[in-house]
């Protein structure tokens, strides 16, 4: 039986090799891990699982960038068997996985995306805020990564769209947002900071202040986090006139204008700091 399933995990790397159009030499190694488990007794339980994860395995100990969707696409195998197969293979191999680390991944991007070494930077930061609040656990590093240099490069005068970013990490726009919504949830506030570097501490200060207000506010209640924190961005911008405006934020937000606006008034006209310091809105 054991036989009989290398046979078929043979055919199916042969199949997924054919799609993707590799270095002969991608296939000949995958063929050798699957030859390798039939030799040592290693059960293969599903061959297309198998198939699948030698390919992939192949091509991070060769560091060939095969995003695991893009083998998941061609193959009878989901996204999540391929991962779990290629763990265990690697481990009844004795094979290390190469680490996929973000940071890397940002730096190779960025440098295959020519971007500045600001964005790079920004990018960088905004994962390891991330990092540090828990965002990255159960989150694929590419799609972690693409979420981060999203985040960072909304705020930069560059032609380089969310459609651009997902594509180049092979992720989907959706999944994209999903992503980027995760990181400005956790790490708003903080972020304030990173886009605005110019900003007096007493403005970053003030953002904590208006989202603290908004956990236990009646009128914050059943409003979606990321309007509030828009909305907060925007009410410190404005009090240290900080040039932002509600288009500007909504373009780094993925939030409307007009629900930007909304909230911007819900803070102004609840919280116990209306009309100390700048609210003029002429600049909403």
């Given at each position: 039986m054991t036989k009989e399933s290398q046979e078929v995990a043979l055919e199916y790397l042969t199949s997924i090799d054919q799609s993707l159009h590799l270095d002969e030499s991608v296939r000949q190694y995958g063929e050798l891990l699957i030859s390798e488990l039939t030799s040592q007794g290693i059960q293969i339980y599903f061959p297309a699982n198998t198939a699948a994860a030698c390919y992939l395995l192949t091509c991070r100990l060769r560091e060939i960038p095969v995003r695991v969707t893009k083998i998941a696409n061609i193959s009878p195998a989901t996204k999540a068997d391929i991962l779990n197969e290629?763990?265990?293979?690697?481990?009844?191999?004795?094979?290390?996985?190469?680490?996929?680390?973000?940071?890397?991944?940002?730096?190779?991007?960025?440098?295959?995306?020519?971007?500045?070494?600001?964005?790079?930077?920004?990018?960088?930061?905004?994962?390891?805020?991330?990092?540090?609040?828990?965002?990255?656990?159960?989150?694929?590093?590419?799609?972690?990564?693409?979420?981060?240099?999203?985040?960072a490069n909304s705020a930069a005068d560059t032609d380089l769209s969310q459609a651009d970013i997902a594509k180049q990490f092979d992720v989907s726009t959706a999944t994209l947002r999903d992503r980027r919504?995760?990181?400005l949830e956790a790490i708003g506030s903080r972020l304030f900071e990173l886009h605005f570097p110019t900003a007096p501490p007493e403005a970053v200060s003030f953002v904590d202040d208006l989202l603290q207000h908004a956990q236990t506010a009646q009128w914050a209640k059943n409003k979606r986090h990321m309007g509030i924190l828009a909305?907060?961005?925007?009410?410190?911008?404005?009090?240290?006139?900080?040039?932002?405006?509600?288009?500007?934020?909504?373009?780094?937000?993925?939030v409307s204008v007009s629900t930007i606006r909304a909230r911007y008034e819900d803070l102004v006209n609840h919280t116990s700091t209306t009309g100390r310091g700048n609210t003029d809105r002429s600049q909403i």
């Open positions: 290629m763990q265990r293979v690697a481990d009844a191999l004795d094979l290390g996985i190469p680490n996929d680390d973000p940071a890397v991944i940002l730096e190779e991007v960025c440098r295959d995306l020519t971007l500045s070494p600001d964005i790079e930077t920004r990018a960088q930061r905004v994962a390891e805020l991330g990092d540090e609040e828990g965002v990255t656990s159960g989150v694929s590093p590419y799609t972690y990564a693409a979420a981060a240099l999203y985040i919504d995760d990181l909305g907060a961005w925007l009410y410190a911008a404005n009090k240290y006139q900080i040039e932002i405006d509600a288009a500007e934020l909504a373009s780094m937000t993925g």
